[in-house]
């Protein structure tokens, strides 16, 4: 099969589209056909070393958090999914011609390959977020980066929640903001005034999904510093919020169906850009600019 690679870290430059060793199914995961594979930061943090705690590459990295496919090999343990399914979800180097899920949902049949390759990671950090924040019906929260790829998301799970939201974006993403039903407001000096301008009232909770505002000035706008959590900002808990950096909070299997189902009622629209595999690092660089809107996505 081809998969994304590289052998030395470096920028988008570096990755190649070329022959890798099949994977396979192990206990517990399954193996697609990959329709669609997203990218997200993780993948030019990785490629980059930054998340090589100093230690030298070897071998060959491959890439890719999230994808959608067709089941064609099933492994040790697994039920209620059969070679032949369409899925999509969350796994290892899924930026290849094959790839393995370790979470999955069934794709609703109506939604797009591309749609569903976008949806994994995404939407798994943000059914963490919301549930870790306790976002119910009737709440007001404030998504800070709300037009990115979490974001984005995360602005209409709240929403299918009940809840109320408000969330910032550059001046090129306000009337997209307010499309997917958020009260936007700008991002930047001045951002928690504007925030409480817009909530006329109070903020239950902040989901800092950007990590670019200070914390203080989000601190402020809730009434106990735990109300904001973070998937960003690594030191904001010394200010006494909140960060969740992944499996110990995370309800995969849960997330994936909660998204299935917003996506197959119109609830969830994720907006994508698709580049083929072999163009990928023109995906990374635009990801690596850090004001994406929806989701990137590669297809084979
Ligand atoms: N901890 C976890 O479990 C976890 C999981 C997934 C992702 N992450 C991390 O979360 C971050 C976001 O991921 P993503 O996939 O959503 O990235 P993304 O798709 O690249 O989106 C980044 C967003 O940040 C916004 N932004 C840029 N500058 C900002 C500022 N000064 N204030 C507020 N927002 C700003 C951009 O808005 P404009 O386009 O309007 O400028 C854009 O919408 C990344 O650092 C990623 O590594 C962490």
Do not use: C
Not at 290 to 295: D, E, P, T, Y
Request: proline letters at 4%; a negative charge; hydrophobic letters at 45%.
């Amino acid at each position: 099969m081809r998969a994304l690679q590289y052998v030395a870290y470096g920028g988008p430059e570096v990755l190649t589209w070329a022959e890798a060793p099949d994977p396979h199914a192990g206990a517990g995961t399954v193996r697609i056909v990959v329709r669609a594979a997203s990218v997200n930061p993780l993948d030019w943090k990785v490629l980059s070393g930054a998340m090589s705690g100093g230690q030298p590459m070897v071998g060959t990295g491959y890439l890719g958090y999230d994808a959608a496919g067709v089941v064609d090999e099933v492994g040790e343990g697994v039920t209620g999914v059969s070679v032949g399914d369409e899925v999509f979800g969350r796994g290892r180097n899924t930026q290849a011609d094959y790839g393995v899920l370790d979470s999955w949902a069934r794709k609703p049949p109506s939604i797009d390959w591309v749609v569903a390759a976008a949806a994994g990671v995404a939407g798994e950090t943000s059914e963490r977020g919301l549930r870790l924040l306790g976002v119910q019906a009737g709440d007001t929260i404030f998504v800070d980066g709300g037009a990115g790829g979490v974001g984005a998301v995360a602005v209409q799970m709240a929403l299918a929640r009940g809840a109320r939201v408000i969330a910032s974006g550059s001046g090129a993403n306000q009337d997209y903001l307010r499309e997917i039903g958020a009260i936007p407001v700008r991002y930047g000096q001045g951002v928690a005034d504007r925030v409480q301008a817009a909530a006329a009232g109070r903020v239950d909770a902040v989901f800092d999904v950007a990590g670019k505002t200070a914390i203080e000035e989000l601190i402020r706008l809730v009434s106990e510093p735990s109300q904001v959590l973070s998937i960003a900002n690594f030191t904001a808990g010394q200010a006494g919020a909140r960060v969740t950096g992944g499996d110990a909070d995370s309800n995969p299997t849960q997330a994936l169906a909660e998204v299935a189902s917003l996506l197959a009622h119109n609830k969830l629209v994720i907006k994508v850009q698709t580049y083929p595999f072999s163009r990928a690092a023109e995906a990374y660089r635009i990801s690596q600019s850090g004001h994406v809107r929806g989701k990137l996505v590669l297809i084979p």
